[in-house]
Each structure stands twice: as C-alpha cells, then as structure tokens.
C-alpha cells in the first residue's frame, strides 16, 4: 500500500534560523495537505497543492510540490517559539488519504 | 460558527466491549472523516464519508465501521475492543471529498 515518509523525524533549531521538513511518497499523489499540530491539540489544515511543481506560500511558509507529485516540502523561514509543533503531511492515493509520521520541531528561545 | 465536534472527549472501556464515538461536521461540510492517532505517531485514516456514501476506508479490521447520517453528523462504532484500540480518535469535516479538513478535538479512548 501507499507510504507517506517524513523526514527529520524531529529538528530542534534557534529561534531565527531556518526549518525545512521533507515529504515523500511510494506512490504518485492525486494533491497533498500540510497540517500542524501543537502539543496536546490536533491538527490543523495549512495548505494543499494540487498542481505538478505547485509552490505557495503562506508569510513565512513555503510550500512546494514535486514534479512528479510524489514528494513535497515546507520550508518555514526565521522561525519563531510559535512554531513549535508536528508538522504533518497527508497524500491521497485513491480514494485512501495517508498521512506521515510528522516532523516535530522545536524551537530554541 | 462552531468547529467540529466530538463526544464523549475520554472514554474507558474494558476488553471485547463496544463502543460508539460521535462527531458533529461544521455546518455546511458534507465529508467526514475518521482517524485514530496513536501518540507519537501521525493520524491513521479510517474512513472518509460523503454524502452519507462511504467514498474511502484505511486499513483497519472489520470491527471498526461508521455511518453518517442525513444531517451529516457521523458516528464510529468499534466492537470487541482490543488493547490496542487505545488511542485519540479524531474526526475531521470538510466541504467535500479534496478540501482541506478541520479536525474536531477528538475522542481519547483507553482500553483495559
């Protein structure tokens, strides 16, 4: 079946500096969403991309879809503590919508 | 307007009992769907509903099933509940099948 991985599992950065987190599928996505979820909350919708090499941004998030729509990024620039949380992406495949194991970033005051 | 929303918020359930979560759409969102999430982990798809029509289902056992109804509104029922069936169960609504969705708060079910 279909696999949605994330990689780092877990970042821990300064506040300021950059945070990307990677996405990718063993299977060709029909769209993907980025959601967030703070510690103790559940997720809440970012984005969704739909369009082959799709990039949207969102103040200091940036969003991107591969080519091929099998891989995607978030990119968060000079972050801030309110950024704390699991970054997840979700891929549908069919009729299936599988998200990742997240990304949990930290963010250093 | 009120978001998703979910009862009970925790539950405790023994072995091999039943049990039945609820989830209210935001108005006007005609999909649900389910998850189960693990902590530490990402959100396990379990059903999507549209139109009180089942349009996806993830891959859990036959005892997990839902339904919704002409309201929208949707239940869970997860029978001969096992240990492993503890978890926070979410459900999620949006105005159709790709839309983005707004989870609910969730259901914390603990199995013993």
């Known amino acids: 079946g279909q696999q949605v991985m994330q990689i780092p599992q877990y970042q821990h950065v300064q506040e300021g500096e950059d945070f990307t987190t990677y996405c990718n599928s063993s299977?060709?996505?029909?769209?993907i969403q980025w959601y967030k979820q703070r510690p103790g909350g559940h997720p809440v919708f970012l984005i969704q991309?739909?369009?082959?090499?799709e990039v949207k941004k969102q103040k200091r998030l940036t969003f991107q879809f591969g080519e091929a729509k099998k891989n995607s990024s978030l990119h968060i620039t000079a972050t801030q503590t309110t950024d704390v949380g699991t970054y997840f992406c979700a891929g549908k495949d069919g009729q299936n919508f599988v998200f990742g194991p997240g990304t949990r970033l930290s963010v250093l005051p | 307007d009120a978001g998703v929303t979910q009862s009970p918020t925790h539950l405790i359930k023994t072995r091999g009992q039943q049990v039945t979560l609820r989830c209210s759409p935001i108005s006007g969102h005609k999909s649900v769907s389910w998850y189960q999430q693990v902590l530490g982990q990402g959100p396990q798809f379990i059903f999507q509903y549209y139109e009180k029509e089942e349009r996806g289902r993830g891959n859990f056992p036959d005892r997990f099933s839902a339904r919704q109804f002409p309201n929208y509104s949707s239940e869970l029922n997860v029978n001969a509940l096992l240990l492993g069936d503890s978890a926070l169960y979410l459900c999620?609504?949006?105005?159709?099948?790709?839309?983005?969705?707004?989870f609910g708060s969730g259901t914390r079910l603990t199995v013993v």
């Open positions: 299977t060709t996505l029909s769209n």
């Open positions: 991309l739909v369009k082959s090499g």
């Open positions: 999620a609504s949006s105005l159709a099948v790709d839309y983005g969705y707004t």
